[in-house]
């Protein structure tokens, strides 16, 4: 585990706001000099803190207007192993995460479709025909409010 600083800080709550900006940008928010800013990114990089930047899509504006959490019980643990579900299951495009868990089920998937009825179509065709699929849930996802998690 890396120490973190107040400016250290600063800095991640002020990149999970907005990835894109520069350290030039950053650092002048902040009172701090552009390679300083640069120096504390690049550290934070190197030692995992900062894992990537990702691209965050409109699903809707893209067509994909519906979202499902779908838990996932393996019917057949002893006979198909957890790594050919999650091979079979990653291979799926809709399927935008795989999280095995402890529970009731075994898996939570987050799947995307255009509407209600696409959802079915990847439910019976795509879903249900993986290997050792047994009990599963679906919950709608209604509406999201995204927090960018505990800086301290």
Same mark, same amino acid.
Do not use: C
């Given at each position: 585990?890396?120490? !973190? =600083?107040?400016? =250290? ?5 002020? /990149? ?5 900006? $520069?350290? $030039?940008?950053?650092?002048?928010? !902040?009172?701090? $000099? ?7 990114? *690049?550290?934070? %990089?190197?030692? #995992?803190?900062?894992?990537?930047? @990702? ?6 504006? !893209? ?7 779908? #838990? ?6 002893? *006979?198909? $192993?957890?790594?050919?579900?999650? @091979? ?11 999280? %095995?868990?402890?529970?009731?089920? =075994? ?6 479709? *255009? ?8 439910? *019976?065709?795509?879903?249900?025909? /993986?290997?050792?699929? #047994? ?18």
């Amino acid at each position: 585990m890396i120490e !973190l =600083d107040t400016t =250290d800080r600063l800095i991640l709550r002020a /990149l999970s706001q907005d990835a894109t900006q $520069s350290a $030039s940008a950053l650092g002048r928010s !902040l009172g701090l $000099s552009q390679p300083a800013t640069w120096r504390r990114i *690049r550290r934070l %990089h190197d030692s #995992g803190v900062i894992k990537g930047q @990702r691209l965050e899509l409109d699903r809707e504006r !893209l067509g994909f207007g519906v979202t499902v959490f779908l #838990g996932v019980k393996l019917a057949t643990k002893g *006979r198909v $192993s957890l790594e050919d579900f999650e @091979r079979a299951v990653t291979a799926i495009p809709e399927v935008q995460t795989v999280e %095995h868990i402890l529970g009731v089920y =075994d898996y939570r998937l987050r799947i995307v479709a *255009r509407d209600i009825s696409d959802f079915e179509r990847i439910l *019976r065709r795509r879903i249900m025909m /993986l290997p050792g699929v #047994g009990d599963v849930e679906a919950n709608v996802l209604l509406s999201e409010e995204r927090r960018p998690g505990p800086i301290g």
